[in-house]
């Protein structure tokens, strides 16, 4: 397989709805509202396309759309940023995780300069802390409510 990444444009705004509102995927995001079309649409033109503290590629594997991964609270001053992933549950298993997630941080450390690589996960999310501690992640603290 071999993986490419592409930044978020208009055409791929319908499959990055559809995965985020599926609900394998709705119950691990840190807000659980279903996104409309509309509500999409708005979100991409007024806010995703002028606010640049936050980047979001999709991830190709032969132009078919598999995932995307977010690069968000860009801290340019103290290096560091926070990063996110969704594979589509129909893509689980095959690979894509890991060389989404592994890209995504290359591209934030060798292409953005970060030193500061963070992700924030629930702690009953098993599948996904799995990988990430494949990919290099530690533990640092748990958050309470």
Not at 50 to 78: M, R
Not at 104 to 129: C, G, P
Request: net charge positive; hydrophobic share 35%; charged share 30%.
């Amino acid at each position: 397989m071999k993986l490419t990444l592409i930044p978020l444009n208009k055409r791929y705004l319908e499959f990055l709805r559809n995965v985020r509102n599926h609900p394998q995927i709705n119950e691990y995001l840190f807000t659980d509202a279903r996104i409309s079309k509309n509500i999409q649409e708005k979100w991409y033109k007024n806010r995703y396309l002028k606010d640049k503290s936050y980047l979001i590629f999709v991830a190709l594997d032969k132009n078919v759309p598999v995932g995307y991964g977010q690069i968000i609270h860009l801290d340019w001053l103290h290096r560091s940023c926070e990063v996110g992933f969704c594979i589509t549950p129909k893509a689980w298993g095959m690979g894509y995780g890991e060389n989404l997630v592994k890209k995504i941080v290359d591209h934030v450390i060798k292409k953005l300069k970060m030193h500061r690589v963070y992700l924030e996960i629930f702690t009953d999310n098993k599948r996904a802390i799995k990988l990430y501690e494949k990919c290099g992640f530690k533990k640092e603290g748990i958050l309470q409510d």
